[in-house]
Protein backbone atom coordinates (compact mmCIF):
# COMPACT_ATOMS: atom_id res chain seq x y z
CA UNK A 1 0.00 0.00 0.00
CA UNK A 2 1.03 3.53 -1.01
CA UNK A 3 -0.51 6.71 0.69
CA UNK A 4 0.19 9.48 -1.00
CA UNK A 5 0.15 12.90 1.57
CA UNK A 6 -0.32 16.52 0.07
CA UNK A 7 2.67 18.75 1.38
CA UNK A 8 2.16 21.99 3.46
CA UNK A 9 3.04 26.06 2.83
CA UNK A 10 4.49 25.55 6.01
CA UNK A 11 7.61 24.23 6.64
CA UNK A 12 10.45 23.51 9.87
CA UNK A 13 13.42 24.94 9.67
CA UNK A 14 16.92 23.47 9.68
CA UNK A 15 18.27 19.84 9.72
CA UNK A 16 21.10 18.15 10.43
CA UNK A 17 21.73 16.25 7.14
CA UNK A 18 23.86 17.52 4.14
CA UNK A 19 22.25 19.78 1.57
CA UNK A 20 20.27 18.46 -1.12
CA UNK A 21 21.24 15.36 -3.17
CA UNK A 22 18.65 14.87 -6.08
CA UNK A 23 20.65 11.44 -6.61
CA UNK A 24 19.39 10.41 -2.83
CA UNK A 25 15.39 10.82 -3.50
CA UNK A 26 13.08 8.03 -4.06
CA UNK A 27 12.30 8.09 -7.99
CA UNK A 28 15.23 8.86 -9.40
CA UNK A 29 13.68 8.80 -12.56
CA UNK A 30 11.58 12.02 -12.08
CA UNK A 31 14.92 13.86 -11.18
CA UNK A 32 15.69 15.70 -14.37
CA UNK A 33 12.32 17.45 -14.01
CA UNK A 34 13.25 18.53 -10.76
CA UNK A 35 16.80 19.66 -11.72
CA UNK A 36 14.79 21.88 -13.81
CA UNK A 37 12.56 23.56 -11.69
CA UNK A 38 15.34 23.53 -8.60
CA UNK A 39 17.87 25.74 -10.54
CA UNK A 40 14.52 27.87 -12.51
CA UNK A 41 14.00 28.70 -8.31
CA UNK A 42 17.34 29.31 -7.31
CA UNK A 43 17.64 31.47 -10.36
CA UNK A 44 14.20 33.02 -9.85
CA UNK A 45 15.56 33.76 -6.09
CA UNK A 46 17.55 36.48 -7.25
CA UNK A 47 14.59 38.67 -8.13
CA UNK A 48 12.93 39.33 -4.52
CA UNK A 49 9.99 41.28 -6.81
CA UNK A 50 9.57 38.23 -9.62
CA UNK A 51 9.68 35.83 -6.84
CA UNK A 52 7.01 37.42 -4.88
CA UNK A 53 4.60 37.33 -7.76
CA UNK A 54 5.31 33.97 -9.02
CA UNK A 55 5.09 32.28 -5.84
CA UNK A 56 2.19 34.59 -4.58
CA UNK A 57 3.93 36.02 -1.40
CA UNK A 58 3.40 38.71 0.38
CA UNK A 59 5.66 41.36 1.36
CA UNK A 60 6.03 40.79 4.98
CA UNK A 61 9.91 39.82 6.46
CA UNK A 62 8.40 36.19 6.49
CA UNK A 63 7.54 36.34 2.58
CA UNK A 64 11.03 37.58 2.11
CA UNK A 65 12.72 34.79 4.32
CA UNK A 66 10.50 32.23 1.89
CA UNK A 67 12.82 33.91 -1.20
CA UNK A 68 15.87 33.85 0.83
CA UNK A 69 15.33 29.20 1.37
CA UNK A 70 14.92 29.10 -2.20
CA UNK A 71 18.10 30.79 -3.44
CA UNK A 72 19.98 28.56 -0.50
CA UNK A 73 18.31 25.58 -1.99
CA UNK A 74 21.25 23.60 -2.47
CA UNK A 75 23.03 24.73 0.33
CA UNK A 76 21.08 24.75 3.36
CA UNK A 77 20.89 21.64 5.98
CA UNK A 78 18.27 19.14 5.11
CA UNK A 79 15.87 16.33 6.71
CA UNK A 80 13.54 14.05 6.81
CA UNK A 81 10.79 15.00 4.52
CA UNK A 82 8.04 13.36 6.99
CA UNK A 83 9.86 16.55 9.75
CA UNK A 84 9.74 18.90 6.92
CA UNK A 85 6.33 19.50 6.13
CA UNK A 86 4.21 20.96 9.02
CA UNK A 87 0.47 22.02 9.52
CA UNK A 88 -2.57 20.78 10.75
CA UNK A 89 -2.30 17.35 8.92
CA UNK A 90 0.96 16.57 10.20
CA UNK A 91 0.21 17.62 13.52
CA UNK A 92 -2.60 14.25 13.41
CA UNK A 93 -0.53 12.33 11.46
CA UNK A 94 1.59 12.57 15.17
CA UNK A 95 4.67 10.98 13.34
CA UNK A 96 6.85 12.23 16.50
CA UNK A 97 4.44 9.96 18.63
CA UNK A 98 4.76 6.81 16.64
CA UNK A 99 6.08 3.88 17.88
CA UNK A 100 9.98 2.66 15.79
CA UNK A 101 8.22 -0.28 14.44
CA UNK A 102 5.40 2.16 12.85
CA UNK A 103 8.41 5.26 12.17
CA UNK A 104 9.98 2.30 9.85
CA UNK A 105 6.36 1.71 8.25
CA UNK A 106 6.06 5.40 7.63
CA UNK A 107 8.83 5.48 5.65
CA UNK A 108 7.96 2.16 3.18
CA UNK A 109 4.47 2.96 3.15
CA UNK A 110 4.40 7.68 2.73
CA UNK A 111 4.98 9.45 0.10
CA UNK A 112 4.01 12.99 -0.54
CA UNK A 113 3.41 15.13 -3.44
CA UNK A 114 5.51 17.94 -4.15
CA UNK A 115 5.41 21.13 -6.74
CA UNK A 116 9.38 20.99 -6.53
CA UNK A 117 10.05 17.07 -6.67
CA UNK A 118 7.33 15.66 -7.69
CA UNK A 119 6.71 13.09 -4.52
CA UNK A 120 9.22 12.22 -1.91
CA UNK A 121 9.20 9.53 0.40
CA UNK A 122 9.07 10.45 4.36
CA UNK A 123 12.20 9.62 4.62
CA UNK A 124 14.29 11.73 1.69
CA UNK A 125 15.87 14.46 3.06
CA UNK A 126 14.76 17.75 1.54
CA UNK A 127 15.87 21.59 2.23
CA UNK A 128 12.98 24.11 3.06
CA UNK A 129 11.75 25.62 -0.02
CA UNK A 130 8.72 27.52 -0.86
CA UNK A 131 6.84 26.55 -4.41
CA UNK A 132 3.30 25.96 -4.42
CA UNK A 133 1.60 23.81 -7.00
CA UNK A 134 -0.26 26.42 -8.35
CA UNK A 135 3.12 28.55 -8.75
CA UNK A 136 3.87 29.82 -12.13
CA UNK A 137 7.65 29.97 -13.18
CA UNK A 138 8.89 31.51 -15.72
CA UNK A 139 9.99 29.82 -18.84
CA UNK A 140 7.49 27.09 -17.49
CA UNK A 141 4.00 26.36 -18.54
CA UNK A 142 1.90 25.38 -15.75
CA UNK A 143 3.47 22.88 -13.41
CA UNK A 144 0.67 20.24 -14.13
CA UNK A 145 2.03 20.04 -17.64
CA UNK A 146 5.94 19.87 -16.41
CA UNK A 147 4.71 16.79 -14.53
CA UNK A 148 2.43 14.99 -15.33
CA UNK A 149 4.35 13.24 -18.19
CA UNK A 150 6.41 11.48 -15.86
CA UNK A 151 4.76 11.30 -12.36
CA UNK A 152 1.72 9.62 -12.94
CA UNK A 153 3.59 6.52 -14.81
CA UNK A 154 6.27 6.88 -11.71
CA UNK A 155 3.21 6.47 -9.27
CA UNK A 156 1.59 3.62 -11.43
CA UNK A 157 4.74 1.88 -11.18
CA UNK A 158 5.30 2.32 -7.22
CA UNK A 159 2.54 -0.18 -6.20
CA UNK A 160 -0.98 -1.54 -7.28
CA UNK A 161 -2.74 -0.01 -4.42
CA UNK A 162 -2.82 3.43 -3.97
CA UNK A 163 -4.56 5.89 -1.13
CA UNK A 164 -4.18 9.34 -2.91
CA UNK A 165 -4.98 12.25 0.24
CA UNK A 166 -3.58 15.14 -2.27
CA UNK A 167 -5.51 18.16 -2.87
CA UNK A 168 -7.07 18.53 -6.13
CA UNK A 169 -3.99 20.56 -7.50
CA UNK A 170 -1.40 18.26 -6.60
CA UNK A 171 -3.29 15.23 -7.73
CA UNK A 172 -3.43 16.84 -11.00
CA UNK A 173 0.56 17.00 -11.33
CA UNK A 174 1.09 13.41 -11.43
CA UNK A 175 -2.72 11.64 -11.10
CA UNK A 176 -2.79 8.12 -10.27
CA UNK A 177 -5.05 5.48 -11.98
CA UNK A 178 -7.08 3.57 -9.81
CA UNK A 179 -6.45 5.36 -6.60
CA UNK A 180 -8.27 5.24 -4.01
CA UNK A 181 -9.35 8.98 -2.91
CA UNK A 182 -10.86 10.62 0.73
CA UNK A 183 -13.16 13.43 1.18
CA UNK A 184 -13.74 14.60 4.55
CA UNK A 185 -17.25 16.19 5.20
CA UNK A 186 -18.67 17.65 8.59
CA UNK A 187 -22.06 16.60 9.02
CA UNK A 188 -24.83 19.11 10.56
CA UNK A 189 -27.84 18.56 13.03
CA UNK A 190 -29.91 19.50 10.32
CA UNK A 191 -28.14 16.69 7.68
CA UNK A 192 -26.90 18.78 5.51
CA UNK A 193 -23.00 18.47 5.01
CA UNK A 194 -20.13 20.52 4.05
CA UNK A 195 -16.34 20.27 3.22
CA UNK A 196 -14.68 22.19 6.12
CA UNK A 197 -10.49 23.02 4.90
CA UNK A 198 -9.22 22.58 8.61
CA UNK A 199 -11.35 19.59 9.37
CA UNK A 200 -10.16 18.21 6.12
CA UNK A 201 -6.39 18.11 6.93
CA UNK A 202 -6.80 16.91 10.39
CA UNK A 203 -8.63 14.15 9.47
CA UNK A 204 -6.49 13.13 6.12
CA UNK A 205 -3.80 13.00 8.93
CA UNK A 206 -5.92 10.40 10.97
CA UNK A 207 -6.33 8.48 8.02
CA UNK A 208 -2.96 8.33 7.13
CA UNK A 209 -1.69 7.33 10.87
CA UNK A 210 -4.37 4.80 10.78
CA UNK A 211 -2.98 3.44 7.73
CA UNK A 212 0.51 3.60 8.73
CA UNK A 213 -0.14 1.50 11.43
CA UNK A 214 -2.65 -1.03 10.65
CA UNK A 215 -0.91 -4.51 10.08
CA UNK A 216 -3.78 -5.67 7.78
CA UNK A 217 -3.14 -5.84 4.51
CA UNK A 218 -4.93 -3.37 2.65
CA UNK A 219 -5.48 -3.76 -1.09
CA UNK A 220 -9.04 -2.37 -1.69
CA UNK A 221 -11.24 -0.23 -0.40
CA UNK A 222 -13.29 -1.68 1.73
CA UNK A 223 -10.56 -2.98 3.39
CA UNK A 224 -9.14 0.52 3.87
CA UNK A 225 -12.87 1.55 5.08
CA UNK A 226 -12.36 -1.27 8.04
CA UNK A 227 -9.17 0.16 9.24
CA UNK A 228 -10.65 3.41 9.95
CA UNK A 229 -13.81 2.35 10.98
CA UNK A 230 -12.39 0.09 13.40
CA UNK A 231 -10.30 3.27 14.56
CA UNK A 232 -13.71 5.01 15.39
CA UNK A 233 -13.68 6.84 12.38
CA UNK A 234 -17.38 7.21 10.61
CA UNK A 235 -16.45 6.12 6.89
CA UNK A 236 -18.84 5.52 3.60
CA UNK A 237 -17.27 4.05 0.88
CA UNK A 238 -18.94 5.61 -1.93
CA UNK A 239 -17.21 3.90 -5.25
CA UNK A 240 -14.45 1.21 -5.58
CA UNK A 241 -11.83 4.25 -5.78
CA UNK A 242 -13.37 6.98 -3.04
CA UNK A 243 -14.43 6.78 0.76
CA UNK A 244 -16.16 9.32 2.60
CA UNK A 245 -15.15 10.38 6.19
CA UNK A 246 -17.90 11.89 8.23
CA UNK A 247 -17.23 14.41 11.17
CA UNK A 248 -19.63 15.75 13.38
CA UNK A 249 -20.62 19.66 13.08
Keep these: MLVILPPSETKSDGGSSAPLDLDGLSLPELNGVRRRIAD ?20 TDAAISEVARNAELFTSPTRPAI ?46 YRLSGGSKLPGFGTLGATWKPVLSPA ?30 V ?18 KGLVAHELVRTRRNVRDVNAL ?10 VEVTSPIEITVVTQG
Design 186 to 203: TEFADGGRKVVSHFNKHY
Design 225 to 234: AAVLSDAGQR
Design 40 to 59: ALVDLSGNVEASREALGLGT
Design 83 to 128: TRYTGVLYDALDYPGMTRASKAKAADRLMIGSALFGVVSAADLIPA
Design 155 to 184: LDAVDDFVVDLRSGVYQKLGPVSGAVTATV
